[in-house]
């Protein structure tokens, strides 16, 4: 019997990456799932890769209409929700406040922080309602950036930040009907984007061709995990049977990245 055996989950940017990840192993712990993507060909072959357990759509996070249609998916195909899990997201590269021209950071900071933190406000006030009803769950996809400097840019680093905020917040005000917590993932190698007004929409983690080497290097744990290494983390936060206790908590898992500080690299 799988840990979220009957729930229903809500999954955004499940087209790809670590959202593709977590679709597949929430239906090996029994879930049904709504995949929401950006990508009208990721949804439909998400559906498609699990028939009958998974309905894909294809929308806009930044969207509120998009959000609410997801919503209303699950409930008329499955009837209730259980869990949101917002997840899409954009990287900005690292993107230099330097080197950045201040017209293309304003409109990349507008574009990446409507994916990143807008998108999981909407997702969370479109599936309240309905999480209320089951005294479900939110899971957010926060990252190491939301701890430590220089994995991203200061538009990526900000964004994550505000996540771990989301979380605070929500965990208190949805108390005591909706738990609220999040992921923190560390390097994994996925299809990631950037803003396109930043110049990064075509920009992929392939312009890193060494981050094994890099985790590796960096990583107490010394290897670069798989997308589907984070995914037990959201599915215990998911589960009331193994996490009915905890709210507004954040879950690093980024390799010992944090807990190095100064020491000597992994030998
Ligand atoms: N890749 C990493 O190293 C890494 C590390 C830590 C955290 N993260 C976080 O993991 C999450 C997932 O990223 P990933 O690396 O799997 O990337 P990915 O690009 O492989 O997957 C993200 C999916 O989200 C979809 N998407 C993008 N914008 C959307 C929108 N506006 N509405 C709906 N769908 C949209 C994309 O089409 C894509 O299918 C993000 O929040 C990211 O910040 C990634």
New binding site residues.
Partial sequence: MGWLEGDVALI??A?????RALVDRFVAEGARVVA????AD?AAAVQAAHEGSVVGVA????VVEDNERAVARALAQFGRLDTFVG?????DYGARVADTPAEALSRGFDELFA??VK?CLLGVKAALDALVETSGSVVL?A???ARSAGIGGAVYTAS?HAVVGLVGQLALELAPRVRVNAVS????R????GPRALGLDDRT?ASFPDLDELARAVLPLQFLPD?ADYTGHYVQLASRANAAATTGVVVDCDGGFAVRGMGPPPG
Avoid: Q
């Avoid at 087209?15 to 959202?19: D, E, N, V």
């Avoid at 997840?87 to 990287?91: H, K, M, Q, R, S």
């Avoid at 993932?185 to 994994?188: D, K, L, Q, S, V």
């Fill in positions: 955004t940017g087209g790809s990456g670590l959202g929401l993507d950006r990508s990721r929308g806009d996070v930044t997840n899409a997201g954009l990287y994916v990143n998108g996809t990252s190491l950036a994550k993932p560390g390097f994994m996925t299809d990631i984007r983690l997308p």
